[in-house]
């Protein structure tokens, strides 16, 4: 079935508290929806501006899915998936983030043609996904009293924003430890927080603390792979990497090195469905597990990153806590949440309805 039309706008969802990492402080969630029509069916992407990560905001987001991409998409055959995939890849150079909205988008339009949920659809089953609840960076008593919470929500799995300070991150993470008790589990984020040198000596402080860190994830510079490799190297915490990871490329480099133990997959990252799961499959052959992660986005492009999820038994662990932090996103349909699990949708493809303008 053809496609024949496209529709696209922007949304701006305030958020209840502003949500602050080594790289940003926001309190405003915003995206862009994308979806592609044919006469039997609407497929629906999204795509969030972080321009501290990805370089994309909301205006060249849509240029890009208005002149790059639609032209190459507009009276094409739905189901022609790979040769659309592949005209999407090529249409502009980077714009990762348009990609991932247009992807989603096809995906959910060519499951939906075929009445059949989008997991299900790559392959992939109902196996039991958790996320963990991420903490905002903040003074060590403020990321204390909401780590209590999160665990009284149902969270067994904090990931704690830090890279502000290397001496306060320690603070932080200690007042976090005792406020949760030595059950809960504890991973970091260090958003490109620390030098190499810096990172070296706060893990290994945290390690000297016996603070039971699960892993770090970015201590250094996206760009530093051999500052990411070096971390890895001097400490015993388990090292992951996220803004040093976009493409296939990437994780080649990544995993030859030997430059950290996990990697983290974004589709706002690495373009989409497609490539996030070629390198989830590249990982497994070199025996690295993946995290599944998200940017501040909304049920619509979370719900697909579950849905890759599914499809991977690579990926391990889960940061898609996203909607929750946003709260109302004005999105019905998608994924749902029981406490830390996520819930799959029943419906074709991703099983958004309707959507707050």
């Not at 949500?19 to 994308?34: G, N």
């Not at 007042?175 to 984020?189: C, F, N, P």
């Amino acid at each position: 079935m053809k496609i024949i039309d496209y529709d696209i706008y922007q949304r701006v969802i305030k958020l209840d508290r502003p949500f602050k990492t080594a790289l940003r402080s926001v309190d405003r969630a915003k995206e862009l929806v994308f979806e592609l029509k044919t006469e039997a069916a609407v497929g629906i992407g999204a795509a969030p501006p972080t321009e501290v990560i990805t370089g994309d905001n909301l205006p060249g987001i849509q240029a890009t899915l208005e002149n790059q991409v639609w032209p190459v998409l507009k009276g094409q055959e739905a189901e022609d998936l790979n040769y659309l995939l592949n005209k999407i890849s090529s249409s502009a150079v980077n714009n990762t983030s348009a990609k991932a909205a247009a992807e989603i988008a096809l995906f959910d339009l060519v499951a939906r043609l075929n009445q059949t949920p989008l997991w299900k659809f790559l392959g992939g089953r109902k196996r039991d996904l958790v996320t963990d609840m991420t903490i905002s960076v903040d003074r060590p008593e403020i990321m204390a009293e909401d780590a209590k919470k999160a665990v009284a929500k149902g969270f067994a799995t904090l990931k704690l924003k830090v890279g502000v300070g290397p001496d306060v991150d320690l603070a932080r993470v200690k007042a976090v430890r005792e406020a949760v008790g030595e059950e809960i589990k504890l991973r970091l984020d260090a958003n490109q927080g620390w030098t190499a040198n810096q990172a070296i000596n706060t893990i290994k402080k945290l390690e000297a603390a016996e603070l039971d860190i699960e892993l770090v994830e970015q201590p250094v510079p996206a760009y530093d792979f051999k500052g990411l490799k070096e971390v890895k190297e001097n400490v015993l915490i388990p090292i992951m990497a996220d803004e040093s990871l976009f493409s296939l490329k990437d994780a080649v480099k990544l995993l030859e090195m030997q430059a950290c133990d996990y990697l983290n997959i974004k589709l706002m990252k690495t373009g989409g469905i497609s490539t996030a799961l070629a390198i989830a499959n590249l990982a497994q052959s070199y025996g690295i597990e993946c995290m599944l992660g998200s940017m501040l986005e909304s049920r619509i492009s979370v719900t697909a990153a579950a849905v890759v999820a599914a499809a991977a038994e690579n990926i391990t662990r889960l940061d898609l806590d996203a909607p929750i932090l946003i709260g109302d996103d004005g999105v019905e349909g998608g994924l749902n949440y029981n406490n830390n699990r996520l819930v799959l949708p029943e419906g074709p493809g991703l099983d958004i309805g309707v959507i707050n303008r």
